[in-house]
């Protein structure tokens, strides 16, 4: 087994979300794929395995501290781009085809960057009463600055708190400790002249119940997108930023297309490639 390390959606050297990719570990089952994410303590591990779709390039296996996800989008970008470098050859040009647990996921080349087709949305709509004064509890975000309270769920139940600033999503306070399952969300709008239109923060809650801020996350930028998009909020494109407030400073580009297919890129560095896994049993 081998272990690549990657940098995905950063502006710049080590400023992304990190990751981490294994691959040759069919032989690996859930329990041992957990026990390694958990030890290596980044947000995700995924796992490069034989498709068992005859339309997919690979299959992925993506784990986070608590458990295994169906989706997620830094890990997405992160694999196909492991498994380009380790000389996968896709059977359309510029075009991977990934099978994860939400389906097949179209990853395209673009220049310096890697973007996925958003999956459709699991879940949108508005969050009932109860849904959102427990967001804002968990986020520490002011309730008058509330501009929508939706959900955002696709493969993680993102619950988005769509807020008047960025400054107000900067300044919110998430509660230290968090029930299993937590995936809540802010947005606002950026000052104009700032690098991105939007700022995004992403918080969950680890398999000890601490919360835990995300540094740059593909999924909920995705569903973020769909939602903007949806709402006539954003006409083609936008640049979101998030990390700022871990040491990170992402940055996730998120287009419509013409046949009205939300795209999310950035770029995606190898840190170091092909390190032996002798033992994880």
């Known amino acids: 087994m081998l272990l690549d390390l990657v940098d995905v959606f950063g502006s710049g050297p080590l400023s992304g979300n990190p990751l ?3 691959r040759g570990g069919e032989e690996l089952d859930a329990d041992q794929m957990l026990r390694l994410t958990r030890w290596l303590g980044f947000s995700e591990t995924t796992f490069l395995l034989p498709p068992t779709d005859p339309n997919a390039d690979y299959r992925v296996r993506i784990f986070y501290p608590a458990g295994e996800l169906p989706f ?10 492991a498994w380009l470098a380790a000389g996968g050859t896709p059977r359309r040009s510029r075009c991977v085809v990934q099978e994860c647990g939400v389906g097949l996921v179209e990853v395209r080349e673009e220049d310096e960057r890697l973007a996925f087709r ?8 508005p969050l009932d009463p109860q849904d959102r004064a427990e967001v804002l509890r968990l986020t520490g975000a002011p309730a008058d600055a509330v501009i929508a309270a939706v959900h955002a769920s696709n493969g ?8 008047s600033s960025a400054e107000a999503v900067l300044a919110a306070e998430p509660v230290p400790r968090a029930p299993l399952g937590t995936d809540v969300a802010l947005l606002g709008a950026c000052a104009p002249g700032d690098a991105a239109q939007y700022e995004v923060r992403a918080f969950f809650a680890d398999a000890s119940g601490k919360m835990v801020e995300d540094p740059v996350t593909g ?3 995705a569903a973020v997108a769909q939602y903007l998009f949806a709402s006539g909020q954003v006409q083609g ?15 996730v580009h998120c287009a419509l297309d013409v046949e009205g297919a939300v795209w999310i890129g950035g770029r995606v560095e190898t840190v170091s490639t092909g390190g032996a896994l002798t033992s994880i049993r």
């Open 20 to 22: 981490a990719v294994v």
């Open 72 to 81: 997620a989008g830094h890990p997405t970008l992160g694999s196909a781009h």
């Open 118 to 125: 958003a999956p459709p949305l699991i879940r949108s709509g």
């Open 156 to 163: 993680p139940g993102w619950k988005l708190l769509h807020l």
């Open 219 to 221: 999924s909920l930028n």
């Open 237 to 251: 494109g936008y640049v979101a930023a998030q990390g700022r407030k871990v040491g990170a400073d992402g940055r």
